[in-house]
């Protein structure tokens, strides 16, 4: 009978991973307790005892990209371990209103100095735009340009910002394009700064939950934010946007995206990174507007989130001297494997990043796609 160790050594091989190897992307075991923990709880186990420093590896997102490639994690599925909370997902609404403000809370609401920190100058929280862009800044502002401009923003409309972060495309839209913006969000810290931000702009920084919207919009745009509404409220999100968004108006859809459809994350996000985060796929999107919107645009550039996430990484890892009192070194760890790997994912083409375009009744003559 194979040991934990060697079937643990032959499960990494097939993704050409060598344990204690000498190339970048080998992972490096510091305690033996390792081989355990992976074929106990699998993906759970695998980042748990990255950040209890059992492992390492010099070049982490590359690993995870060959780990991602290989589609190793497919071997691990289905354990029975996991049955429970996957039945738990599919009877049960995990994404109500309470279990919202509480699971974006605890991401979002770390601290503003971490995101701060790690963030652009405007404090985006979604992936960047690379594609004339030198440096992370010059991403982000792109991204926030193509969005005004794919959903055609002119002076004096009116734009809900669904799950607005620290406000960083309300600002810029107000000042670039002389727009009036309602942002929402349930995470108090992003609504402190926010505000402070916004500041004597044309801009309202609301603590509200998208279920209780129910104005009329000129635009209205949601980067980043669908990824915690969850599969049984997709429908219910679509129908909001549809009631808010005046008939000829047009809605951005802003997510990452999943090849396959789920109704829970993976383990270790869920457990450490996201609560409560479903990344929706195709269909499960598809299905949701069905017989309310017309999609005009679908734009995949989840590459950019690749550099996006590695971005982050290098801030947050410049900057860390000055967050050591308060993030410890376990929270370093645990935010190394959660962008690198983000990273990692997203190169192996496991993970995409979607632009939605979408409109009541379609435009007449076409779309004119901008990228």
């Known amino acids: 009978m194979k040991s934990a160790k060697s079937k643990v050594q032959q499960f990494f091989s097939y993704a050409d991973i060598k344990i204690n190897g000498n190339r970048p992307w080998d992972i490096q ?30 070049q982490l997102d590359e690993c995870i990209f060959k780990i991602y490639r290989a589609q190793l ?13 996957f039945l738990i997902s599919k009877i049960t609404n995990m994404q109500d209103k309470m279990k919202s403000k509480r699971d974006v809370g605890s991401h979002y609401n770390i601290g503003n100095d971490l995101y701060q920190s790690m963030l652009d100058k405007r404090m985006v929280y ?36 669904i799950g607005c972060g620290w406000g960083s495309f ?47 919009f000129d635009r209205i745009v949601s980067l980043g934010m669908f990824e915690h509404v969850g599969p049984k409220n997709h429908r219910k999100f679509m ?9 000829d108006g047009v809605f ?77 070194e376990r929270f370093y760890k645990m935010w190394k494997f959660y962008l690198q790997g983000g990273s990692g994912i997203m190169r192996a083409r496991e993970g995409q990043l979607w632009q939605i375009v979408l409109t009541k009744e379609g435009i ?3 779309y004119n796609p901008i990228s």
């Open 252 to 328: 951005l859809l802003h997510t990452l995206g999943s090849n396959v459809s789920n109704t829970r994350s993976s383990p270790w996000s869920n457990k450490y990174i996201f609560p409560g985060a479903v990344t929706p796929s195709i269909k499960q999107i598809g299905k949701s507007m069905e017989g309310l919107f017309v999609m005009e645009d679908w734009h995949n550039f989840g590459q950019d989130y690749a550099k996006t996430t590695m971005a982050w990484w290098s801030n947050f890892d410049k900057n860390y001297k000055n967050l050591k009192q308060k993030y410890n």
């Open 29 to 58: 075991v510091h305690d033996e307790r390792f081989y355990d923990k992976m074929l106990a709880d699998a993906q759970l186990g695998f980042g748990e005892s990255y950040m209890n420093n059992w492992w390492d590896c010099a």
């Open 73 to 85: 994690e497919k071997k691990v599925r289905g354990k029975w371990r996991y049955l429970f909370p």
């Open 170 to 216: 309300a600002k810029f839209a107000a000042e670039k394009y002389k727009v009036k913006v309602v942002g929402i969000t349930i995470s108090n810290e992003q609504i402190r700064l926010a505000r402070k931000l916004c500041k004597g702009l044309p801009i309202e920084i609301r603590f509200q939950d998208y279920r209780d919207v129910n104005e009329k």
């Open 364 to 366: 007449v003559g076409g």
């Open 126 to 161: 979604t992936c960047g735009y690379w594609k004339n862009a030198k440096n992370l800044n010059e991403a982000q502002e792109a991204k926030l340009d193509l969005v005004c401009k794919k959903i055609g923003l002119k002076s004096g409309m009116t734009v809900l910002d």
């Open 239 to 247: 129908e909001v946007a549809h009631r808010c968004l005046k008939d």
